[in-house]
């Protein structure tokens, strides 16, 4: 059975891929599973490959693409849902894409950056070498729910892994670093060690502690909730930290720096060397909608993806250091992203954002954002065709200027569809 499952996905993902109808990274998994709800089990119990999961709710791409950089500096080979497939049919999609005839994996590695919700279940299929969390912050309410309904499912299905998982976790985020209790995986930590502010600002999520429920206290904090913390009730901390400096950076932002951390502190701990994390950070690329830098009738395009308060509010900064001027806001609801879209009224774009902006906003709920920003005191162009709205903005550009284009999930999909005439998923 299992042959023709690998045999019959091959065909479907080169026809999808042939035809430009996507990568193929979902629909052969879903038959898979239907034929054999043991695919996955039955693939990864008879190879030798070691997994590793990606989760949180910013930067699962960024750092998966990290460690894979990583992995080909070092003369590895790899599997990885590129396509951002992170449930458990795109897991049993990837499978079926590297997977041999006699259903076995032949590579060193396998990277699966995986949907929040669908973490413990792929966790249990796999019995991963490798459990990475970043972070966690409020997206899409009406499909995950809160921070603290994520953690417990997490730490439910954390519970039965044994002491083969290293479970590698941001010590700066009070919820993430809570997961370490009670149980057998080996844990690691990573953090930043830098100036930050006394006090978290506005829209902090997860600011309250996760032992006792008493708010926090904060001596540093770097964005958000991200910070060194302490419980002043019960004495809970910031766990010490393994790893918390890099020499090299491949990506800016404050929130890339989590990213490299996490990627380098797996390379660590599988024995890969400084040298060698370093080298491939150097040569890194971004992957798709996360900074990638594109070209468009000749003019600088870059995608910032941004698909709640504080990937957005991290992104404006960014790209306010970089000295960015024009901006392209669109918005969805569609169901990647969550129906639910009261959550830009937690951007921080008064902070941000200043009157020497170029500013335009397009996508299914274009003139919510216009009037999130007109009550932000800005002037926005609006345009309901997002091609439209790109075309626009290209052409006022002067030839060394940037067009930064902000989406949140389908839109990201939808705008570098346009750009490169290529459908991604």
């Known amino acids: 059975m299992n042959v023709f499952i690998i045999l019959f996905g091959k065909v479907f993902s080169v026809f999808s891929k042939r035809f430009n109808l996507g990568e193929g990274s979902t629909w052969p998994g879903h038959i898979a599973l239907k034929l054999n709800p043991n695919f996955i089990e039955d693939i990864v119990n008879k190879s030798k490959t070691k997994i590793i999961l990606v989760a949180g709710t910013n ?3 960024t750092t998966a693409r990290l460690i894979t950089s990583v992995i080909r500096e070092n003369n590895k080979t790899y599997l990885q849902n590129k396509a951002g497939a992170n449930l458990i049919n795109g897991l049993a999609s990837t499978l079926i894409t590297g997977a041999s005839a006699n259903g076995t994996l032949n590579k060193n590695y ?3 950056e995986s949907d929040e919700n669908a973490l413990s279940e ?5 019995n991963p070498d ?5 972070d966690l912050f409020r997206d899409q309410l009406d499909r995950y729910g809160e921070l603290n309904t994520v953690a417990d499912k997490w730490k439910k299905g954390f519970g039965r892994l044994n002491n083969k998982t290293r479970l590698i976790l941001n010590a700066d985020d009070p919820l993430v670093s809570s997961l370490a209790k009670n149980i057998k995986a080996k844990i690691l930590y990573f953090g930043l060690d830098e100036k930050g502010a006394s006090t978290p600002k506005h829209g902090a999520d997860s600011i309250y502690c996760p032992n006792c429920g008493n708010k926090l206290n904060y001596k540093r904090v770097f964005f958000s909730h991200l910070g060194e913390w302490e419980c002043p009730k019960c004495g809970l901390k910031r766990p010490k930290i393994n790893l918390s400096d890099l020499s090299n950076n491949p990506l800016p932002g404050t929130y890339n720096k989590y990213n490299g951390l996490a990627a380098s502190l797996f390379a660590l701990e599988e024995g890969f060397s400084k040298k060698t994390i370093e080298n491939s950070f150097k040569n890194f690329t971004p992957a798709f909608g996360r900074q990638e830098k594109l070209s468009y009738k000749g003019k600088s395009v870059q995608i910032f993806l941004s698909k709640n308060p ?3 509010n991290e992104s404006l900064q960014t790209i306010k250091e970089l000295g960015g001027k024009n901006l ?3 918005l969805n609801d569609r169901i990647p992203d969550g129906l639910d879209v009261s959550w830009i009224w937690d951007i921080n774009f008064e902070d941000i954002l200043t009157k020497e902006f170029n500013l335009a906003v397009s996508g299914d709920r274009v003139y919510d954002m216009a009037i999130r920003l007109k009550y932000a005191g800005f002037f926005t162009h609006t345009e309901e065709v997002l091609k439209k709205a790109i075309d626009k903005m290209a052409e006022t550009l002067e030839k060394d200027e940037t067009l930064f284009i902000l989406p949140n999930y ?6 570098r569809k346009l750009i490169t005439g290529k459908k991604l998923l």
């Open 122 to 126: 792929i966790a249990k299929k796999t």
């Open 310 to 312: 504080t990937s957005f």
């Open 130 to 134: 490798y459990i990475i969390i970043l």
């Open 59 to 61: 930067g699962k791409t």
């Open 328 to 330: 392209l806001i669109v």
């Open 410 to 415: 389908s839109a990201m999909l939808e705008a």
């Open 110 to 112: 396998l990277i699966f």
